[in-house]
Antibody, heavy 124, light 107 residues
């Protein structure tokens, strides 16, 4: 089964750092764009960051300059380095796959596979 | 940034009802519009992409339409499993953005 599994969430003080990981299985990870989406408790979905198969990166205005997205294709892994964390960053963080295979171009850029999410709490 | 606005925010409906949710974009997204269903405590699930293409495995009672700035998600006959929150998302230009969500409740 195609799967994404996040890890690395937890409790961190304001101003602190945390690194999230997302491990992919059962698909050729290197061929797909990947994204992070977050959801504060009781709130809607917020796109956070994306990375192309070629390594190009994109950020929302609320995290630009504080968060860094990266990928390690040899380990089928996606990362989100989060620095200067604020209370407003408290949320469940999901990794998601954009469904277009960038080699064959088959598929679409909508998010067809999601992880189960990892909780990040920023509090003193 | 492209702002996505869904209406209504909450919808009360009965089993068998036809349900329509609207999503409006602040500027054209072409057909690069997706719909997701989310149940409490779960990750979102892709229903529709390219505004009107049904994702594999999604029941045919779900349909999407529209292009440019106005889109709709229709459930032709609401089933017990459909009570959830629905989100639209544009993926035509970064930052990708979601609508605020529409919660479909039991009437």
């Amino acid at each position: 089964e195609v799967q994404l599994v996040e890890s690395g969430g937890g409790l961190v003080q304001p101003g602190g750092s945390l690194r999230l990981s997302c491990t992919a299985s059962r698909f050729t990870f290197s061929r797909y764009d990947m994204h992070w989406v977050r959801q504060a408790t009781g709130r809607g979905l917020e796109w956070v960051s994306g990375i192309g198969a070629a390594g190009d990166t994109y950020y929302s205005g609320s995290v630009k300059g504080r968060f860094t997205i990266s990928r390690e294709n040899a380990k089928n892994s996606l990362y989100l380095q989060m620095n200067s964390l604020r209370a407003g960053d408290t949320a469940v963080y999901y990794c998601a796959r954009a469904g277009r295979d960038t080699v064959t171009t088959w598929g679409d850029d909508a998010f067809d596979i999601w992880g189960q999410g990892t909780m990040v709490t920023v509090s003193s | 940034d492209i702002q996505m606005t869904q209406s209504p925010s909450t919808l009360s409906a009965s089993i068998g009802d036809r349900v329509t949710i609207t999503c409006r974009a602040s500027q054209s997204t072409g057909s690069r519009l997706a719909w997701y269903q989310q149940k409490p405590g779960k990750a979102p699930n892709l229903l529709i992409y390219k505004a009107s293409t049904l994702e594999n495995g999604v029941p045919s009672r779900f349909s999407g339409s529209g292009s440019g700035t106005e889109f709709t998600l229709t459930i032709s006959s609401l089933q017990p499993d459909d009570f959830a929150t629905y989100y639209c998302q544009q993926y035509t230009s970064y930052p990708w953005t979601f609508g605020q969500g529409t919660k479909v409740e039991i009437k």
